[in-house]
């Protein structure tokens, strides 16, 4: 059978191995950090750092294509490895994703709605565009940013000294604050012969800047329910898009804005595993592999909820209640904050 080449070990290039394995083919991990959650379940693991050309090279000419689970690869390592062995979803995918101006600039660019936004070089910067945005407002690192970090908080302008402060010199983002009902997101995925289909959207609650759970159904109008399975493929189809992509959204009044989006698979896609019979792991491999795109239409309501540092402590009780699901990472140890697993619990 073909090797999927995976860039990244933590859980999601774990669970994409594990939905890899089941349609026989094998996987092969490529992480710096040392015992990936992944490795553990993919036929082979590199540990190499990403500008070490041998190993790369090596990797790439072991598998028969490339895939990632996390959007932030150095450029000079996708050309050594693009050079070799086909990589989907496409580095303009990684590009605009990479970077939160360049994300807004193309969605904005699609008609699509955003959060008001401006490039924030410098401080002088961040005083010009809370004249036109006003607060609240977020300030947020353009690159590198997840799970809230690299954000600050601008009730007003005297919060300005401190964001800047916040921001360490690193490049940064000023969005106006979006007044939402609720949070939601859909996971969608593109074949390489253009089919489309994209999942139920989920409905997300953050704690602490982390996911804490994704319910379906989502409380969506059908009009917004088909509004952002439209957008989502927009998005898709105009980056000639293969794979899954999470696209992240919020409900207002004028309808959806669109937060970021996600080259990948997504946490607040997990309810897929228990929730339909093609889940959005394997949708994501049958892409990147050619094949045709599986049943992804809900056959259940699910909620989901993140395992978080100490949540571990649950698991015994977990594991012995009815339409429960667990799924954990394998991580040996549990710190705050850290995902640790999730568990799907089924809605009859
Ligand atoms: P992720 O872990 O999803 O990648 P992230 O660090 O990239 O998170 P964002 O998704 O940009 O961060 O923001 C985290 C959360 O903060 C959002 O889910 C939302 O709840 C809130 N948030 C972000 N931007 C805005 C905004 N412009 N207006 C209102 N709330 C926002
Ligand atoms: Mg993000
Ligand atoms: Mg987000």
Redesign the pocket.
Known sequence: GATIGILGGGQLGRMLSVAAARLGFKTHIYEPGANPPAADVAHACTTAAYDDAAALTAFAQSVNVITYEFENIPTAALDILEALKPIHPNREALRISQD?LTEKDFLTGLGLQT?PYADIPDADALTAALGTIGTP??L?TRRF???????ARLMSDADAPQAITDMAGAPALL??????SI?VSVIAARSASGDVACYDPGE?I?RD???HTTTVPARLSASLRTDAVLLAARILNALDYVGVMGV?L?VTPSGLIV??V?PRVH?SGHWTQNGCAVDQFEQHIRAVAGWPLGDGQRHSDVVMENLIGDDMDRVPDLAATRDTALHLYGKADVKPGRKMGHVNRIVR
């Open positions: 939160r959060a407002a977020i947020k940013g997840y799970d809230g970090k690299g954000q969005e106006g604050f979006v007044d939402f949070e997300n953050h800047g982390i996911l992240e919020f937060n970021e996600a946490n």
